[in-house]
């Protein structure tokens, strides 16, 4: 795939080849299979962290919840869901620890009531197996990375702590675990890209980056 191809992605017409394009999601016709791409890709991780388990009861309200969601896309390959993505803005609260154990409600009441911030999120990005490293991740990153210097705001995403080779990926296109958040069996990083941690409130980032498994020591 040729690096102009895939820069094309994102403008509303263009294609990645000759048959694989974006646009946004129809959040009842385009659910379920965008609901079998993610538990294909993220299941692994899941079930690693839940005793071999997959929380079916908690993942699909979880998925369909904010699949309806401003920024949200489908990839298709012809006629075919081959993944989906979203770039959004929401409000995140102030976490400076590089640990948090949420075990209580009133752990989650204590966070919710922290100050917020602005920021972008790159979030539900899940690819058909067969599709990923071939740069269409990269494109995503590349274009929320955008929309987070034109806005201003730093860009931040979640990932689960041992999806090694999704951390990775985030690493390598500039992006650094600031607190690593456990609650029940979901252990996440949440991170920041680094060149937008100066549009932190205060124009300096507010926490020391957080080693994941994949960072070098």
Not at 29 to 43: C, E, G, P, R
Request: glycine share 4%; with cysteine; aromatic share 10%.
């Amino acid at each position: 795939m040729k690096l102009d191809c895939l820069r094309r992605i994102f403008s509303r017409h263009a294609r990645l080849t000759d048959d694989i394009s974006y646009r946004p999601v129809d959040p009842e016709k385009d659910l379920d299979a965008a609901y079998q791409i993610f538990k294909k890709t993220i299941s692994p991780s899941v079930m690693a962290l839940n005793n071999g388990v997959w929380p079916e009861h908690e993942r699909y309200p979880f998925f369909k919840k904010g699949f309806s969601e401003h920024g949200m896309y489908m990839l298709m390959h012809g006629r075919k869901p081959i993944g989906c993505f979203c770039i959004t803005k929401l409000e995140l609260p102030h976490i400076d620890e590089p640990v948090v154990a949420i075990k209580t409600q009133q752990d989650t009441d204590e966070i919710n009531a922290r100050p917020k911030y602005q920021a972008v999120i790159l979030q539900r990005m899940y690819i058909e197996p067969d599709y990923q490293r071939h740069g269409i991740g990269t494109a995503i990153m590349k274009k929320a990375l955008e929309k987070a210097h034109n806005e201003k705001l730093p860009l931040e995403l979640e990932v689960l702590a041992n999806n090694d080779n999704a951390i990775a990926g985030y690493e390598k296109n500039g992006y650094r675990a600031y607190a690593l958040v456990t609650k029940d069996w979901n252990r996440k990083y949440l991170m920041r890209h680094k060149d937008t941690e100066s549009y932190m409130p205060g124009n300096k980032p507010d926490v020391t980056p957080v080693q994941t498994h994949n960072t070098p020591r």
